[in-house]
């Protein structure tokens, strides 16, 4: 566990609530798309809007999605769970009730590992269960406490999500920060998850202040604690960035409160991050207000055997240390080429043809560098990922150099979306033959004998600027460690 962060005799006490839209083709218990839509309330039907005498059916890829994901954070499948209506009203929840799991979810008890600074954490979770999502809202003319009016869009009424709930177990905005980007990077080696989709993983985090001497030594809370500290829940959270700035403010709001002796609300409150501070919304519902009661229309689900059944990927952390050990490669080239399964698996098909370190300089600092820099990733140009390795396979055989690889040839082909050997071609990048480059050697000593005595005489940027002569002689096209060498050798001479 963490150590406490304090200001002066108070700390704080995080929990989350990470909704996670689960990659289905259509939703959770009905037959619409699930397809990023053009226009609101197309992709609805009696279900998912809740009219009377539709019946839910459950989605079997939603259940196989949660089973994968409580492998990967090592939960507790129960032999059977159960769905529950969730009573309360809002505009974006069309039948009143959301579809839900209340006291059987299908994960329980599970734990992820995250890294905080140089620290290991172990972040425990509580619960994961299935649940429907509600509608969009869309507010018009300000934010959710000043806006002219509101929209709602249906589209997303219905959308599986997973609810994963966890321990009271952060001290910290920072830590908070860290296990979401963890938490993201396993759901998308597990392929349940889309992060590119609008909305596909909110966050919402119960806050507390509470005395120091309060949290143990190893960083526990007694559960009596908590029930007495006055929390706030924060809402609209959508980004780990996000995420940081919403509880770092609200753990400030809170102390400042505290220490000017007024009483912090037991409240539910939304993060406004165009203003970057959070308000109040409504006060805190408490478990009795919802009412919750079983599902009649869905019968309980039996899914500890189908546990055995679900297999899931290599995930990060194992990969992050089998390309440690199987290729060679530093802390650090690992993290890069295992930051999502798409690069790791271009990574690990470069490899197995060219050198791993030469494949690993051209997959995570010159192809992550040169997408980084155009605000892309590796799925924007993953059908042409076979010219990269092209690429890769003509600096192998020293038919570029590798400086015209990296600074004309890969950028050429990522801006015009054309092959590597047509960029060779045009801009006569083919390497420079030997004859060629010893005519250049001897063309730079014979006009610059300036700095032929500067060399002679012990100046060591002499045999720098001839080097650069050459190679503006063969159009950067020969290899500066060849030409170095000869020009030592006829120096030497």
Partial sequence: ??????????????????????????KIFCGCSTAPAEEPNTQTCPVCLGLPGALPVLNEGAVEAALKVGKAINADIPEQTRFHRKNYYYPDLPKNFQITQYDAPICQDGELECTVGDQRRTVGIERAHLEEDPGSLRHRGGSIDSADYTLVDYNRAGVALLEIVTEPDFR?????????AKLEEVLGYLGVFDPSRDGSLRVDANLSVVETEDVDGDDGIEKS???AANRTEIKNISSHKG?????????????????????????????DESRGITVSMRSKEEEKDYRYFGEADLPPLRVADRREQIEIPELPDARRKRFRNEYGLSEEAADKLTSTKQVADFYEAVASEFDPGLAATWVADELLGELNYRDMVVTDIEGRLDEIERLVELVAAEEITAKNARETVLRAMLDEGIGPDSIVEREGLGKSSGDEIQQAVESALEE??????????????????????VMQRTGGSADPSEVNERLHEELSG
């Fill in 1 to 26: 566990m963490a150590q406490a962060q304090s200001q002066g005799d108070l700390a704080v006490v995080i929990g989350l609530e990470v909704h996670v839209q689960l990659e289905t083709d259509t």
């Fill in 172 to 180: 910290g905005a920072e830590e908070v920060r860290a296990f979401l």
């Fill in 225 to 227: 604690v908590l029930e």
């Fill in 243 to 271: 995420a940081q700035k919403a509880l770092a403010y609200e753990a400030q709001r809170q102390k400042n409160a505290i220490e000017r002796g007024r009483a912090v609300e037991q409240e539910t409150r939304h993060w």
């Fill in 448 to 469: 610059n004998p300036g700095a032929v005595e500067d060399y002679h005489s012990g100046e060591d940027g002499a045999i720098n600027f001839l080097v650069g002569q």
